[in-house]
Each structure stands twice: as structure tokens, then as C-alpha cells.
């Protein structure tokens, strides 16, 4: 069965400081993504990946980096992390046009 | 660029009763449909898809949707609900000029009391 998994599931960072969340797919896909959960808002997409070595920016990329290394590792950065980005964020992987399998999300609050 | 807009934020049934979340889209091209279940604390699972064929699409669990090209829609809908159908549940467009992006609407909250 198609498996995506986050780590940490749970990160309380300070303001400033960096955070990294790191993401892991077994199910070969090409395409990776970052998104992140806010009561009204639903998924908002952060940044993207085709495959190794590409990311791109999704609708809200200010403040965050992303890092894909190998087919299976896609990390969200925050070089300075602010209390805004408190957030639950999802990643997930796919390998079309219908479906994106998605891990079971990293509670990240900034103080 | 597809939006998707699904008009109720919370629905609230018994269990037994019979369901349907709306989903309404905009996009004049061709687009693939799908809906997504979330369960708390829990990432989004994929449900069903529709792209072309019969509008009728049958997903797991019971749940199927139907795929309207006039009303721009495709609500999803279930006969009896059970209690462990609360979740959220999100509608999802995508489009072959998207380079594989989902464009997910707000989700509706489904409560099934017993």
C-alpha cells in the first residue's frame, strides 16, 4: 500500500528559529508536495516537486524553502520560523492527475 | 486556474439518513473530479474519481458521486451513513494543463450522530 510518512509528527519551534520538516514516499511517484492545514483556509499548496532536484512554488512560498534530494525525501524549511506558520502541514506524493496519497501530518507550533 | 467551492461547511445527519456534500467547479476545459476523506488527526484519503464515461462514479464504503457538465457539479452522496462517516470531506479539481496540481475546496465537515 502506497506509503507517505512525516517526521516529527509534533515540533514546537521557537520564534527565529529554523525548522525542518521532512517527508518520506515509497510509492515511486515523481511529484511531491507541501501543503498546510489552517481552520477557514482548507490545503493550501506551499511548494511542489516534479522529482529529484526540482521544487517549485505553490500559492503561499514566502517564508518557506523546500529541498528534494531523492525521489523518496521532500523537507520543508523554515530558515526563521514565525508564529504565523503555526500550522498543521501535510505532505503528499502522486503520480497523476487524480490522486495524491498524503502522510499523516507534523502539528508545528512556533512560540 | 480551476476553484472549487463546496457551499456547507458543516452538514449534520443521523445515522441511517442518507447524504449529499456539494461541489461545484469552475474551469471550461477538461478536468479531472475527485473527493478526498479526512478523518481527525489524520491525512487526506483518497475516496473516488471521475474524468469521463458514465457520471455516476462509485467510491469505497458506499459513497458515489455524479458528475453534472451543465451545473458545473459533482456532489457527492451516500444512501444510509454510518457513525465512523464523520469526517471531513473535500472535493478536489485538477486539469491536464495543471501540471498535476489538485485544487482542493474548504471541505465539509459531516457529523453523523447515532
Known amino acids: 500500500e502506497a506509503a507517505v510518512t512525516q517526521s516529527p509528527r509534533n515540533k514546537v519551534a521557537v520564534t527565529g528559529g529554523k525548522v525542518t520538516l521532512s517527508c518520506n514516499q515509497t510509492n515511486n511517484h515523481n511529484n511531491m508536495y507541501w501543503y498546510r492545514q489552517d481552520t477557514g483556509h482548507g490545503l493550501r499548496l506551499i511548494h511542489y516537486?516534479?522529482?529529484?532536484?526540482?521544487?517549485e512554488k505553490g500559492d503561499i512560498p514566502d517564508g518557506y524553502k523546500a529541498s528534494r534530494p531523492s525521489q523518496e525525501n521532500f523537507s520543508l524549511i523554515l530558515e526563521l520560523a514565525t508564529p504565523s506558520q503555526t500550522s498543521v502541514y501535510f505532505c503528499?506524493?502522486?503520480?497523476?492527475?487524480?490522486?495524491?496519497?498524503f502522510g499523516p501530518g507534523t502539528r508545528l507550533t512556533v512560540l | 486556474t480551476q476553484t472549487v467551492s463546496q457551499s456547507d461547511a458543516h452538514v449534520t445527519v443521523f445515522e441511517g439518513d442518507s447524504v449529499e456534500l456539494r461541489c461545484n467547479y469552475s474551469?471550461?476545459?477538461?478536468?479531472?473530479l475527485s473527493w478526498y476523506i479526512q478523518h481527525h488527526g489524520h491525512g487526506l484519503q483518497f475516496l473516488l474519481k471521475?474524468?469521463?464515461?458514465?457520471?455516476v462514479v462509485q467510491g469505497v464504503n458506499g459513497f458515489e458521486a455524479e458528475f453534472s457538465k451543465s451545473d458545473s457539479s459533482f456532489h457527492l452522496r451516500k444512501a444510509s451513513v454510518h457513525w465512523s462517516d464523520s469526517a471531513v470531506y473535500f472535493c478536489a479539481v485538477s486539469a491536464r494543463n495543471s501540471n498535476n496540481r489538485i485544487f482542493f475546496g474548504d471541505g465539509t465537515q459531516l457529523v453523523v450522530k447515532p
Open positions: 516537486s516534479y522529482g529529484a532536484g526540482s521544487t
Open positions: 503528499a506524493s502522486g503520480g497523476g492527475q487524480y490522486e495524491q496519497y
Open positions: 474551469y471550461g476545459g477538461s478536468i479531472y
Open positions: 471521475y474524468y469521463s464515461g458514465n457520471p
